[in-house]
């Protein structure tokens, strides 16, 4: 079982806000990063850090973080922003060892 | 631009080894972590383990018993092998950079994927 909790599924609106949460002890001492996948394709990392975007990353997308849980949000998510979405952390354990939550496939109606 | 493929056989026959390689252009191996991540069909992502240039590595403790990563600097490459495969093991298969930065970390290149198959 996985360290890192998200939900499975969440829905937004198009062009509402959404946020995606991921809950783990770790995230207590440890920035989660976020990754989206599109069907087919390899993850692509969106948020790092406190709220980090990579380059080519839209502005909608940003992070944060509060005790053992880490938020993704998108402000006005688009159709493209359809996609399973995945944290990612280091273990609690200390063990330098990397965790990934479950998963939350997003929906944009 | 950094970029990472894995090669490999598509197709390992259940308690054989699974050998994979990642080739990384436009960045050199010898800094950084480097990952291996594998994706079941319709499931999600599971890290496997790292490595560092140095040679230091470590693996998820569910996998620990069969899998060893090693690197290839003059080739600027590194490796995965998963020993003892059942069908449990047929996975998309990632390798990635992993950027470490004190309680930061993040991977920020990734390889497009290889599926391999566990089946007689």
């Known amino acids: 079982s996985s360290e890192l909790t998200q939900d499975p599924a969440v829905s937004v609106a198009l062009g509402q806000t959404v946020r995606i949460t991921c809950q783990g002890d770790?995230?207590?001492?440890?920035?989660a990063s976020w990754y989206q996948q599109k069907p087919g394709q390899a993850p692509v990392l969106v948020i790092y850090?406190?709220?980090n975007r990579p380059s080519g990353i839209p502005d909608r997308f940003s992070g944060s973080s509060s005790g053992n849980t880490a938020s993704l949000t998108i402000t006005g998510a688009q159709a493209e922003d359809e996609a399973d979405y995945y944290c990612?952390?280091?273990?609690?354990?200390?063990?330098?060892?990397?965790?990934f939550g479950g998963g939350t496939k997003l929906t944009v109606l | 631009q950094v970029q990472l493929q894995e090669s490999g056989p598509g197709l390992v026959k259940p308690s054989e080894t699974l050998s994979l390689t990642c080739t990384v252009s436009?960045?050199?191996?010898?800094?950084?972590?480097w990952s291996w991540i594998r994706q079941p069909p319709g499931k999600g992502l599971e890290w496997i383990g790292f490595?560092?240039?140095?040679?230091?590595?470590n693996y998820n403790p569910s996998l620990k018993s069969r899998v060893t990563i090693s690197v290839d600097t003059s080739k600027n490459q590194f490796s995965l092998k998963l020993s003892s495969v059942t069908a449990a093991d047929t996975a998309v298969y990632y390798c990635?950079?992993?950027?470490?930065?004190?309680?930061?970390?993040?991977?920020?290149?990734w390889g497009q994927g290889t599926l391999v198959t566990v089946s007689s």
């Open positions: 990635a950079r992993w950027a470490v930065r004190g309680v930061i970390h993040y991977f920020d290149y």
């Open positions: 436009g960045a050199s191996i010898s800094s950084y972590y």
């Open positions: 490595l560092y240039y140095s040679g230091n590595t």
């Open positions: 770790s995230l207590r001492s440890y920035y």
């Open positions: 850090g406190k709220n």
């Open positions: 990612n952390s280091r273990d609690s354990s200390g063990n330098h060892l990397g965790v």
